[in-house]
């Protein structure tokens, strides 16, 4: 019979202020044992520690699910896949077989759907920082390129001179909708009238003509209103272009920003009563164009979600290496992963889920990642059963964001596994090793 560890018995305050509906936190457990019918016991034995988990199954459910409440209500909508949000080429692929395009903001993550097999003319190139060559080989292929700012303008006029063509864009506007902050930081102001300006800047050159009018008014956006608003304000500019420059504005793109079902710091309500449906969203972008449109055709929509499709779709697997007590008597656990790769941490409180039932009360403890950063807290204040060294605990939702900005920094960037629809585990990112570092160092 094996010897128990003596531990030195501590005091802690317990605040029953915590408990919830599931009873006591003493008592209280989470637990998953499974992700769509694989084992986590299955994935870490074959896999390692820490892995990215996606299932592809989650997916699909959220994407028809959304583009259901778009199109039952729109003839035509299109959406166009967000490749900062997840740009791992598995996972754009089941957007694009899904039939969605790619939405892009560098050269970086234009090449990216080039290689997966997206043609230009189904890219949208955003963002405010486009080189002159990259924007050249944009013009060439046919993508859809949305204007930023006037540097950007007057590259484009001087591509359409090399070129000797006229350049059809879309141009991209802020506006107020009662959203703090704005974002204000990208496109060109509505209220203002600089927008408006700019648009005349384009026809008075004749070099390149509006096709389309672009907004991303925010992210994870908690109240449907305010896409109502964009979009009038989107629809009274396609009325005004339209009418003084005898223009067809052929699109109009209200961007990302839907909310997953992420918790955020700081609101006690649950994301399940929080997160608009998707039907709130989709109304309100509806509703305004129905209600705003001045001309016999209405405008081809696009929707850059990105967020609200793939966050509840990722889960991170990492494992118990040590704990220690602190000196408030407080349990730490060290994790084989930190903020290293759950960049959102520092704005979202994860859900925790333990790989089974431990015996023992709950205590107070933190979860601290392997860093040697004293900055390395995934959770600073949870209820938890005695865990073993070698426990896996089940993070989520992470799909959106985490990998893609996940730092090579002190650890390794862990691999990927994707589960399929029929539930086979297959892995789509090797973990990165000296190799993949040192590939372009002398």
């Known amino acids: 019979m094996s010897k128990k560890i003596?531990?030195?018995?501590?005091?802690?305050?317990?605040?029953?202020?915590?408990?919830?509906?599931?009873?006591?936190?003493?008592?209280t457990q989470k637990v998953r044992t499974e992700i769509d019918g694989v084992q986590i016991s299955e994935l870490t034995e074959k896999f390692g520690s820490p892995i990215f988990v996606f299932s592809e199954k989650t997916i699909e459910e959220k994407y028809h699910a959304l583009h259901n409440a778009f199109s039952?209500?729109?003839?035509?909508?299109e959406f166009s896949w967000s490749y900062k949000t997840n740009y791992l080429n598995e996972i754009c692929k089941i957007f694009h077989k899904l039939g969605s395009t790619a939405e892009v903001v560098s050269e970086f993550e234009y090449q990216k759907a080039r290689a997966n097999g997206v043609e230009g003319k189904d890219i949208i190139f955003n963002g405010p920082y486009k080189p002159k060559a990259d924007l050249k080989i944009a013009v060439q292929e046919g993508a859809k390129i949305h204007v930023d700012n006037l540097f950007e303008l007057n590259d484009l006029e001087e591509i359409a001179d090399e070129l000797n063509v006229k350049i059809p864009v879309a141009i991209r506007i802020n506006m107020d909708t009662g959203v703090y902050p704005a974002w204000s930081r990208f496109g060109f102001n509505f209220e203002s009238g600089e927008a408006y300006d700019a648009i005349k800047r384009m026809y008075d050159g004749g070099k390149v003509y509006l096709v389309g009018l672009h907004s991303h008014i925010g992210t994870f956006m908690l109240d449907a209103n305010p896409?109502?608003?964009?979009?009038?304000?989107?629809?009274?500019l396609k009325a005004q272009v339209e009418n003084d420059?005898?223009?067809?504005?052929?699109?109009i793109d209200l961007g990302g920003g839907f909310a997953s079902k992420s918790n955020l710091k700081g609101i006690y309500q649950s994301a399940d009563v929080i997160v608009p449906t998707p039907d709130a969203y989709a109304e309100a972008i509806t509703n305004a164009i129905y209600e705003f449109n001045k001309s016999?055709?209405?405008?081809?929509?696009?929707?850059?979600?990105?967020?609200?499709?793939?966050?509840e779709a990722g889960f991170l697997l990492t494992s118990v290496w040590g704990y220690k007590r602190f000196g408030d008597g407080k349990k730490g656990y060290i994790l084989d992963a930190g903020v290293?790769?759950?960049y959102t941490s520092t704005w979202y409180n994860f859900n925790i889920e333990l790989d089974k039932r431990y015996e023992g009360e709950n205590e107070p403890s933190m979860l601290n990642g392997p860093l040697c950063m004293n900055i390395d807290i995934i959770e600073e204040?949870?209820?938890?059963?005695?865990?073993?060294?070698?426990?896996?605990?089940?993070?989520s939702p992470v799909g959106a964001y985490n990998y893609t900005q996940a730092m090579q920094f002190i650890r390794y960037k862990p691999a990927v596994v994707l589960i399929d629809k029929d539930s086979n585990a297959k892995l789509i990112k090797e973990v990165d090793d000296l190799s993949t570092v040192n590939h372009k160092e002398s």
């Open 340 to 342: 290293n790769v759950l």
């Open 296 to 311: 016999e055709k209405l405008p081809k929509l696009y929707l850059e979600t990105g967020r609200h499709l793939i966050d």
């Open 381 to 395: 204040h949870i209820m938890l059963p005695p865990l073993d060294r070698g426990s896996v605990i089940t993070i």
């Open 6 to 27: 003596y531990q030195k018995p501590t005091i802690n305050y317990i605040n029953f202020a915590m408990a919830s509906k599931y009873g006591s936190p003493l008592q």
């Open 245 to 251: 420059f005898n223009a067809e504005i052929a699109y």
């Open 227 to 236: 896409y109502y608003m964009a979009t009038k304000a989107i629809m009274h």
């Open 72 to 77: 039952s209500r729109y003839n035509d909508v």
